[in-house]
């Protein structure tokens, strides 16, 4: 797996409205995560990945991130079914 593979895989969460949305807002028993947990444990999800000021300026710049290395997050949010 190449730089660019490994560090958009550890940032696609990040900089995916559509996966933060898919496994944390609207998550399943068998498909979810718990980034949300780590930042503040009183904020509902879909509050903090929907209207949090912290969590959208980390997603932001998640976004702009794997857009400079050339990562295609779209193509990652496709294949994760979770594209908007």
């Not at 997603?59 to 994760?80: K, M, N, P, T, Y």
Request: aromatic share 6%.
């Amino acid at each position: 797996m190449s730089v660019v593979d490994e560090i958009g895989m550890q940032l696609s969460v990040l900089a995916s409205r559509a996966a933060q949305i898919r496994y944390m807002v609207n998550a399943t028993k068998d498909e979810y995560l718990l980034l949300a947990e780590a930042l503040d444990h009183d904020v509902p999800l879909d509050e903090l990945v929907l209207q949090n000021h912290a969590w959208n300026t980390l997603h932001v710049a998640a976004e702009r991130c794997l857009s400079d290395i050339g990562f295609d997050l779209a193509q990652w949010e496709r294949d994760e079914g979770c594209a908007e």
